[in-house]
């Protein structure tokens, strides 16, 4: 007897282990360990992942597996593997893992149906599976499910003659397209075709359109073709000459766009340096990690490309992650240009049915390269050549729910396994991988130079305190307001940019430009308006409000934070004549609205683009010639250790955003502190030197990359509750871990209260722990009654991004 181990959905503690079933005699065969099955599990079915096939089992009497889900793994053994490293690096369920790694029209209510291919193939099915096929295109799963047939009709999903279809329960899923094909066999062709009256001249033109269209073809285009109308279409049909069925598509997002074909450009000294290191490693199967380290604008995507080429060329696949905000028409040109049918492109915009159909594509090696956001790391190709991260840095390459992963480490993870190299890319690294690439764990290439000798642009740092001092109250400096002026005069663009409302505010002296931090985490206190008090969000430290600046005595001291909206109704005020383009999480929600806006913009129907850090990738439009950062501190005092480092990128990103084509541009960065090395050296494109000074803090103060972080937030209905388990589980963990491990907290999360919980959190700093894994797996053993009930919940983040 055979037995199967298979993974259930139930993403809890005591289930997270495999569970063995007995394989149905029937389906010896055809069962494979990737596949998706249907078990009994105390009175209920449940779905679930056989990630191991045995012929024995601790267990005495096994219940039997009631359905196979798939005809063919959809994990397979890398995935599966990798699976376990998510979880024992994430600290999630294995189900989660797995499921993670799947588009989610898998995960809902489906109905499965096997389909003909294409009609040619008919004729090389098994004949038992060609019998199942007679008159049909389709047979339903579980029409089938149980009958001896079964691993013909594998072997012919194999062979690419049919294939299996997801039927998932949501509008719009599948996109069906008519076809109609002559339904008589060659010999009796012309004789049909004389017995159609002679007046049926559009009948007989479509009959005879069709006898040299073997598969059919599409309704529509064989109506153009023979001019012959729907009338006729159905006397055919009727005198049971042709027949119609319909045949499902993928639906093409980019369907309607043509791209124009490019070829490789002529590299640069810098650019075939780097390609050569990287093709290099491609040839030797070599997995190394490159970091490609160059300007924005110095021509990274050009390397990406041709070193993608090289994958292609060699039979490989790759793919390149792109941060969601950057993946734009634009973007996706660039590779559907390059390598046009080949490219799979994924993203959060598409329907569940698009992805899917994109996955397909993947699943079956129709293609050869994915383009997309972070989740297509989990792409399921079974031989890649290369991973490409572009924009490494960017924080939304980490996932904010179980599975906490980041993608930087899958694909490192995938590709060692692969053999093959990865490459991150940035004008700006994270402080981590260039770290890395400066201890030679990485190898670092470099682009010093943009490829338009544009250079890059002028950058004005305005300092908020003169102009408060000069009695301008308003959010707009002098120098901006005039700058703006001048571009609608001139019919230029501008681009505004406010950092995103923080969901707390720090307290700021607007004469001195001073903020008040934590004397122990270095990070700014928060301001508690009810309590009139200041909070340490790592630590718990807290300070009554001041009412003067401890700095300079000055009573201008306050906490600080504007909205989109209200920069808006003072640009409307201050420059009535001029168009303006908000585009912020409340005019953005709508599906497709983002691009919308974006494109309104490009098409020059708006004098200036006011929006968040959103706005900040992909913008690419040959009129801005003005970008000012209205208050660059926002960012900057965010409760958070990346604070400077986010506050670093952004500022260099938005720089280089300006006089990208051949009106040169300008940047008017306004602030309370012009004296901050983050500010200071973002308007001189000194990445180097930002690096050096912020190592140095995070050194000094115990953070990433010296050490580890991990955060645990509880949460629960009862404040008392969510207190008292943070400060249980802080005092094991003070217990458990070594002397070197610093425990912060319990202290309220920055967001104290979501959804009618209470929010606690307590952080670790670490550099190294023997059984870090096994004490945290104890916390959560310790409260799953209460997790499971749902009154508690508890999140433990080990490489935490966002901290609140
Ligand atoms: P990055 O990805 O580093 O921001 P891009 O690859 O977008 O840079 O390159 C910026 C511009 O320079 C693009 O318009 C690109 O087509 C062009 N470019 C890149 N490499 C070359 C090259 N070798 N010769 C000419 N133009 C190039
Ligand atoms: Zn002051
Ligand atoms: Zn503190």
Redesign the pocket.
């Known amino acids: 007897m055979k037995i199967a181990s298979v993974i259930v959905d139930v993403p809890s503690r005591q289930t997270d282990r495999p569970f063995d079933y007995e394989i149905p005699a029937k389906w010896e065969e055809v069962l494979q360990v990737g596949m998706r099955v249907a078990v009994p599990f105390g009175t209920r079915q449940l779905q679930g992942f056989v990630v191991d096939i045995k012929t024995h089992s601790e267990v005495k009497t096994l219940k039997p597996i009631e359905a196979i889900l798939d005809v063919a793994p959809v994990l397979n053994e890398e995935l599966l593997r990798l699976g376990q490293y998510l979880t024992e690096t994430t600290l999630c369920f294995a189900i989660s893992a797995y499921q993670a790694m799947l588009p989610a029209a898998m995960k809902a209510k489906y109905e499965k149906e096997i389909r003909l291919m294409d009609e040619t193939y008919r004729k090389q099915l098994h004949p038992s599976v060609q019998q199942l096929f007679a008159n049909k295109t389709a047979v339903l799963w579980k029409e089938i499910e149980h009958t001896n047939v079964l691993s013909r009709l594998q072997k012919d999903i194999q062979n690419g003659y049919l294939e299996v279809v997801y039927h998932v329960k949501e509008k719009g899923t599948k996109k069906m397209v008519k076809y109609i094909a002559c339904a008589l066999p060659k010999e009796r062709q012309n004789e049909a075709l004389e017995s159609l009256p002679a007046n049926a001249v559009k009948q007989k033109q479509l009959l005879a359109l069709l006898f040299s269209a073997e598969n059919g073809l599409p309704l529509k285009e064989a109506l153009e073709q023979s001019g012959a109308s729907h009338a006729a279409v159905k006397a055919l049909i009727e005198k049971r000459m042709i027949r119609e069925y319909e045949i499902e598509t993928y639906r093409d997002p980019y369907e309607q766009r043509r791209f124009a074909k490019t070829a490789p450009?002529?590299?640069?000294d810098e650019?075939q340096q780097a390609l050569n290191a990287i093709v290099e490693s491609v040839r030797a199967n070599e997995h190394h990690v490159f970091l490609l380290y160059?300007?924005?604008?110095?021509?990274?995507?050009?390397?990406?490309m041709q070193a993608i080429e090289e994958v292609l060329k060699r039979g490989k696949e790759a793919i390149v992650l792109v941060p969601e905000i950057s993946l734009t028409p634009q973007m996706v040109e660039?590779f559907k240009g390059r390598f046009g049918s080949q490219v799979a492109v994924l993203h959060s915009g598409l329907s569940i049915g698009e992805k899917y159909d994109e996955w397909r594509k993947i699943h079956r090696k129709e293609v050869k390269l994915v383009v997309g956001a972070r989740s297509a790391i989990f792409a399921p190709f079974e031989n890649l050549g290369m991973i490409i991260i572009?924009e490494e840095h960017e924080a939304s390459y980490k996932q904010e729910e179980t599975p906490r992963y980041h993608a930087r480490d899958v694909a490192i993870y995938r590709a060692r396994f692969h053999q093959c190299p990865v490459v991150l890319?940035s004008?700006t690294p994270s402080l981590e991988s260039f770290a890395r690439a400066k201890k030679g764990v990485y190898r670092l290439l470099t682009?010093k130079k943009?490829?338009?000798e544009n250079g890059l642009p002028a950058v004005n740092i305005v300092d908020m305190r003169e102009e408060l001092r000069s009695g301008n109250r308003s959010m707009f400096s002098r120098t901006l307001f005039e700058k703006l002026q001048d571009r609608l005069h001139k019919g230029e663009q501008a681009v505004l940019f406010l950092n995103r409302r923080g969901y707390s505010t720090f307290v700021m002296c607007r004469d001195c430009g001073y903020v008040i931090r934590c004397p122990h985490c270095d990070i700014s206190l928060t301001y508690h308006r009810v309590q009139q008090r200041l909070k340490c969000h790592y630590c718990g430290y807290e300070e009554p409000v001041a009412h003067r600046c401890p700095s300079c005595e000055s009573e201008h001291i306050r906490f600080f934070g504007t909205g989109t909206q209200k920069v808006e109704e003072e640009l409307t005020k201050l420059l009535p004549q001029a168009r303006v383009i908000r585009m912020d999480v409340d005019t953005t929600s709508r599906k497709g609205a983002h691009e919308r806006l974006l494109s309104a913009f490009g098409e020059g129907k708006a004098d200036i683009l006011l929006g968040t850090q959103m706005i900040a990738k992909g913008l690419d439009f040959p009129k801005v010639t003005l970008v000012g950062v209205l208050t660059a501190d926002t960012m900057l005092h965010l409760p958070d250790f990346r604070a400077c480092e986010k506050t670093f990128q952004l500022l260099t990103q938005v720089s280089?955003r300006a006089g990208r084509h051949e009106l040169p541009g300008e940047v008017v960065i306004q602030t309370y502190t012009p004296e901050h090395y983050s500010i200071e050296l973002a308007a001189r494109h000194d990445y180097e030197t930002f690096y050096q000074k912020e190592m140095l803090a995070r050194k000094r103060h115990g953070y990433p990359p010296f050490y580890y972080l991990t955060l645990i937030t509880v949460s629960h209905q009862e404040l008392t509750k969510a207190v008292a388990v943070t400060e249980k589980i802080a005092a094991y963990l003070r217990g458990q871990l070594s002397k070197e491990a610093v425990i912060l907290g319990p202290v309220a999360s920055p967001i104290a209260r979501l959804h009618d919980r209470y929010r606690y959190q307590c952080m670790i700093k670490y550099k190294r722990e023997a059984n870090f894994t096994e004490v945290l797996k104890t916390v959560i053993d310790r409260y799953q009654q209460d997790i499971a009930q749902g009154e508690l919940q508890l999140t433990i983040d080990t490489n935490p991004y966002m901290m609140m």
């Open positions: 450009l002529s590299l640069s650019q160059g300007v924005t604008g110095s021509g990274k995507t050009e390397v990406y660039r572009d890319g004008a682009l943009r490829m338009n280089g």
